[in-house]
Nanobody, 117 residues
Framework: QVQLVESGGGLVQAGGSLRLSCAPS????????MGWYRQAPGKQRDLVAS???????NYADSVKGRFTISRDNAKNTVDLQMNSLKPEDTAVYYC???????????WGQGTQVTVSS
């Protein structure tokens, strides 16, 4: 059973920054793509950003220019750098990874990000 372990959530004031990290229990090269989703209370889970094995990135319009997704092959992590955070970024953030062998999506347990105004 593949596990995705997220870290880096927390409470920050508006305008601040946080960095989320996702560490799978197997090599990140086993997945394509990997990404981050978020779900606010009462809302659906939406894509925030994704990155392919080749490094192609995709962002939700609401986070373009503020968030950056990256792969660290040496550390075997996919990270999400979040700058200029806004209260509307408050949500539980989930790491997602599509396993290349099974084409199935794997999910982390989620990490809470709270941005105070």
């Amino acid at each position: 059973q593949v596990q995705l372990v997220e870290s880096g959530g927390g409470l920050v004031q508006a305008g601040g920054s946080l960095r989320l990290s996702c560490a799978p229990s197997t090599s990140i090269f086993s997945f394509n793509p990997m990404g981050w989703y978020r779900q606010a209370p009462g809302k659906q889970r939406d894509l925030v950003a994704s990155i392919t094995r080749g490094g192609t990135t995709n962002y939700a319009d609401s986070v373009k220019g503020r968030f950056t997704i990256s792969r660290d092959n040496a550390k075997n992590t996919v990270d999400l750098q979040m700058n200029s955070l806004k209260p509307e970024d408050t949500a539980v953030y989930y790491c997602s990874a599509r396993a290349t062998l099974t084409n199935r999506n794997c999910w982390g347990q989620g990490t809470q990000v709270t941005v105070s105004s």
